[in-house]
């Protein structure tokens, strides 16, 4: 079928895991969904890893001026699979219509890596640099500085300078005096909350003298990384494996584990154990801290196979949806067994000195998937928020409604809710608009839907009176364990609304200018925003 344009920027498989990135749009049709599609010499077979699509590409929008789909036809694919011998991998993509167009990948498109010291690890840094400068040239060319910024930023971040190679070399980085608290931090390193979280709890330490060892993982290199911080150390470097930091740090006198995400490592089936083993092995207290529902399901946000909160259900239904499951990070557990993935990380739970939830909410679901908690372990205690910004906004439209959106929206910020309203905002032909204070990955209709493009968090509420936003909608399809934007949303005493789960709902429902939703229909959500908006603004 023709019509497809397509490319795969960079795509690196390294110890059966899979990360790459490109864009593909149609000519003639939405894309609806993308996979990469791989064929091994010793599986019978082929297996197939969802690409999470409409990410926001300027570039080839640029390039593409005549199509409105170019813009949002970034793809991004990150997945583990079974089996050695890799013959052949395809990109496949769903049409509107439930056609699939299939692409076969060159290999000079891939790069098979074994470790961070390998030539062909460094090939394929080299080729992500080649593309990414090619899309700065591009965002030069159309004065997108700011989007370069960013992406500079982020493909810089987080790479390791050096390796260690021997266990024993991690202890010669830190002085006699600096190990006298020493917490070893779990954690991914992809931003948002958690991230935020982390930096705050990190710096924080390091103020009261503590040195901090933290395992993370840099997925565009597919490499574990350990990043050392104290008063006079700031140094990330290159391990080969998990285990290696076990036995690295079995000597040191380590106080405290801190399990804070370990959403997006490869291999994370591997993280209880990591974490039961430091924790027996030096004696230290071990923290766990619920960001999210990985310790759970791989599917993190709790969003199943068709796309849905789950609701945690029985696990006879886990059964069947986790092996289909494209969402999140479902992909990187190979097994794809939820009893499996239940028993490492209850054991992990079980041997947790402590388990810190940041709502109600979040500790009822995790209590509800793992009665054997103690409820002594479990404390609820709600994120610090004293350092954003706060005080009533004014504003001044009020006649009209006019939805405001904050945030990266992506598929589990609710992008395609976002664009379901959209559509029933034209379906009626109303003058309601949607403004995105951020970006949204999806192709909304452009007659509705406004961008503000990336902005600095100071910006925030200068960006929503300029907006002319007046009533706020945090789309989010998963049950939020905290959500900072809500927060800040209510501190400038914005309306706000938000689907009935997770920690938005428990907080709205108790907020004088909230409004919890009582459907997830488009109509039904456009009637009650509307009414929420007279209620708050019109009513005499």
Known sequence: MSGL????????????????????????????????????????????????????????????PGQARASNSGFVVFGAYQGAALTDVFLDVTLADGAVVEAQIPASKFVMASDARTASHRGAALQQFRTLARRAFGLVKAMKFRSLVEKTRRYLKGRPRAALTHPSQLGGYFRQSELDTLCLIVDHDLGGGANHYRARLVDEMIAHGASVIILSFHVATLTHVLILRNRRLDVRLAVPSKSFLVEAVSSMPVKEVIY???????????????????????????????????????????????????????????????????HGFATLFAARDIGTWRDLWGAMLAG??????????????????????????????????????????????????????????????????????????????????IVVIGTIESNCDTDVVQQTGPYAHDELPDLIVRSGANTMLFPSIWPETFSFVVQELMDLHLPVAAFDFGAPAERLAIYDKGCVLDSMNPAAVLDQLISFHRKTYLAS
């Open 5 to 64: 344009v397509w490319s795969v920027d960079s795509l690196i498989i390294k110890d059966n895991v899979v990360f790459g990135f490109g864009w593909a749009f149609h000519e003639q049709q939405e894309i609806v969904s993308a996979r990469i599609r791989l064929v091994c010499q010793d599986t019978e077979a082929t297996q197939a890893i969802g690409a999470d699509v409409g990410k926001l590409r300027e570039d080839v929008g640029h390039a593409f």
């Open 260 to 326: 804070n995400t370990a959403v997006s490592f490869a291999r994370p089936e591997e993280i209880p154990e990591l974490l039961l083993s430091v924790k027996y092995r030096t004696g230290a207290r071990l923290k766990v801290l619920a960001h999210d529902f990985y310790v759970a399901c791989p599917s993190h946000f709790l969003i199943d196979a068709s796309g849905k909160y789950c609701g945690a259900p029985d696990l006879s239904v886990c059964r069947t949806c986790l092996p289909a499951n494209p």
């Open 352 to 433: 947790a000195d402590e388990i810190v939830a940041f709502s109600q909410s979040t500790a009822d679901i995790l209590c509800q998937i793992y009665p054997q908690i103690s409820q002594a372990q479990v404390a609820v205690v709600p994120h610090d928020t004293t350092y954003l910004r706060k005080g009533e906004l004014h504003v001044s439209n009020t006649q009209q409604l006019r939805i405001g959106v904050v945030g990266q929206i992506g598929f589990h910020k609710g992008s395609a809710f976002v664009k379901a309203l959209a559509a029933e905002i034209k379906r009626r032909q109303s003058d309601i608009k």
